[in-house]
């Protein structure tokens, strides 16, 4: 039994969704087709790389994952297959990869197959599906197209670092309203050895990096390394997105002290 | 293994759902269960139908569907099972079948299961999750019920035609806020060899069918036929019906020289 | 093919729940993961109790159910597992058990596995999911730990009854807005034998209980025991929660006739 996971920005209240399980279970029966997440914001490939990027690695190996952010035609002629860390994942090429992928994938091909466009808005259906099940039914990526050796690159806004500083962004927040930065454990420990303080909107500041949310007083503000290993700020038991009116693209700066 | 879709106005936040799912494979282990939406409006059978009529002809031959909007034992007391190109449907006799089939159902039976009350307001459960896992399984319809020849006949909302002009309502919202109409490509096609403008409030106008949302600039309304072959109005990359005050059962009228 | 449910308050937008289906998948493939509710309010366990209770009756015994309400290490240093009416149960030991399970299980063990404390915020991943798959395996609770006979006690709220009443309160809002109470058939019947009415907020009043939605003209207010045998203020075809103005924790009273 083959194993397909789905990303979009498709949502799950309309029949689009159904359509392309409906493919899937057509083209290859009993496959398991495990949701990543279809609430991605509409177009937002920032999002569904950061949502697919922490979700696929808890998936076997040679699972196929099919990523339908901000994907049709007309934007993206070109649809791309990898091979990548022993995953199979597919989708259009519009700079989805970059951002999700920190190495070149092991392999990458341009996907070639006789496009049936019955659906003109609806490559999810027409181009990803099939491809997805050649290869859920253990089919190679070279039956799907010719190697390529590039990409739609795409930047991910990385943290502004100066003396002293860094400068972060939020880029995420999650349903538990924990407010979620670019800003990595690895950009924190590389620079940060000594005392800091972490700044954002209203003058509030946090000192600490908590390990467990429990780690102050149910109500109060704290700073921690959530699951993505991304710096995250949120309250116990609290909604810091609401209470501390961070949102979306907001300034999390760190101030510390630079130690020879 | 079997196969069952629901389609229901349940929502997902509730048990309902949970105990439907539970129920099936405790009847019938191993079924794979797909989603096509349970965010179907409460009662709403013409939204309902909508969805369904554009998922179901994804899935494979012999697929059961339960249909579980406005289903309940107090407004429809009698329940439904058809054959309907090589599809089996099952749901309440409230008018929703007569809403997605195009031509009457090769077979219809009401169904005539001795009926557990154990759940006075919980037909999908006691009524049609036994129905479904009896077809899943191989079963035929003549042991759920007896021929029929007539159900509860709904009209759907048709757009109003008149000379050089097709008026049409509006019928859904998808998540993208695209603003889907009752007008079809055959109404359209039908109709309108020359130009045509398409006009709707606050003095939008249209007057181009595009085959992409690409094709226009970003932030930029258009029109064109979507999944669903009904006549949409979206803007490329933006919210259609926030940013153009479109809502449910909005008129949308087509303005077209006709063609001797 | 193992089966594991699925209830818990990490919402469905995020990669969170996406992570715990990839990880139980890739430890135990083929294994049928069935979502109970994962829109419980955010660590909110009378609510995830009430949710699960009425559900997993509805799957087959020998089920592996994960609850993974207000779930973290640091809150909740125990995890629990159970078999309870020939169900298993997963969860952390913060009283939803209690709240669960109307007599002491059958069998309770404190998870005594080497826990790898990869995600410190992610108990349901690192401790859940292989004790879970463990058991839909075909594992013992023997191997997970040791038998305990105590768990954390949360106390549901009760109604209070007095002469000649019953105050109640309401526990649950569903997605068709109906408003559920904490007044079971139970107290009802054991109580209440002639006249009755039952009072809320605004000064409306009931005084029958109906068996169906739909006994009431469209739009016209009622009382029934729902699914879950709770007592509910319903408006047929309407949203009572919003029409009626009852919320969350709202007070609703019975004054009956007391027969001797």
Redesign the interface.
Known sequence: ?G?I?LTS????????L??????I??QL??T??????H?VA??NIAQGA???R???????RR?VHILGVNC????NPEFLALAYREHYLLGPDNGIFSLICEEFPEKLVKINLNRETK????AL?DVLVPCACHLAAGGTLNTLGDDQKTWIQKMDLKPVMGPGFIRGTVIYI???QNVITNITRKHFEERIKGRFEIRFKRNETINKIS?????VPEGEKLS?F???EHLEIAIN?G?ASGLLGLRMDDTIQIDYEEVS
């Open positions: 039994m194993m996971t920005d498709l949502g799950y209240k309309d029949f689009y159904a359509a392309v399980k409906g493919s279970v057509t029966p009993n398991q087709i495990i949701d990543i997440s609430s509409p177009f950061f949502l697919f922490n979700a696929f690695p808890h998936f076997p699972t049709d035609y007309s934007n659906f003109p808005h609806f259906l999650d349903e538990y390990y467990h949310y429990g780690e921690l959530g699951i993505s038991k909604k």
